[in-house]
């Protein structure tokens, strides 16, 4: 807010939580530029009631939330927060990875609810993060820096891109194979792909069912890339050893959903990029991408460039 003011004229929703929906149209009918968080929903509607929009400013990476399709047809600049918030996500992607494994919050209860009376050969064994194979679906920024951390726990890592990662193979010893591959080998699987058409439900049944019986999916990327109802049938019935998840379906996640209730299942509140430094990177970079496209020239972290006009 710093860097907008007396640059532009802003108002701000103070409140905690998306912005009104009511409200978003009414103050979009006006705005010449939207700074908004994961939790508001931009698309089409909206975009077609906002006439002098020329910016939607995304404090986040994903941009799943904004119809970019739409906003492109009307020559809207979309912009997202790429790099600040790398490293904070994958330490998120490795603590689940580990507490998943040790069992950490299942041994936080325990120890709490008064039931440790003695040190025990067999008191809450883990699986070995160390050594074990790591697949990673996704070897983008945040994927590669998954990888990095996964290098000094000697894992072997197997990953899933598009295009081959030349440097992260020759540095990191990964090894680029097909899906099914990376689910039948690994003990771990981390999710680090955006939400899109393609990748909405990549696992799903078939793909719970074809892993390792002890191993753990671990999913920071967004909810809806995981098939939800499966995945509490396969932590639930054993087809897999359980699930480290930062994200989910519907968030705040409800209360009643079933894979709460399950002791082999960590969760967070969408904490990926929750440090204050990733979250201050996050801030300025949102407020420079809005403040380039207001003034004319061309945002750094375009998501559009084809609706870009000189
Ligand atoms: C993102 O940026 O997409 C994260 O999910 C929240 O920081």
Known sequence: MRLLAGRVEYEVWEKIGPVNRDILLQKGADADGLLVTLSDRIDDELLSLCPNLKVVGNYAVGYDNIDVEAATRRGVLVTNTPDVLT???ADIAFLLILA??????EANEFLRSGDWVTWHPNLLLGADVSEAVLGIVG????????????KGFDMEILYVNRSPKPEIE???GAKRVSLEELLVKSDFVSLHCPLSDETRGLIGVKELRSMKKAAFLINTSRGPVVDQKALFKACSE??????GLDVFDNEPVPLDEPLLTLKNVTTLPHLGSATIKAREGMARKA?????AALEGSRPENLVNPEAFKK
């Open 87 to 89: 490293n904070a996500t």
């Open 100 to 105: 998943s494994a040790r069992r950490m919050v």
């Open 170 to 172: 020759r540095i990191l």
């Open 139 to 150: 070897m983008g920024k945040i994927g590669q820096a998954v990888a990095r951390r996964a």
């Open 238 to 243: 054993g087809w897999i050893g359980g699930a």
């Open 287 to 291: 407020a420079e991408n809005v403040l």
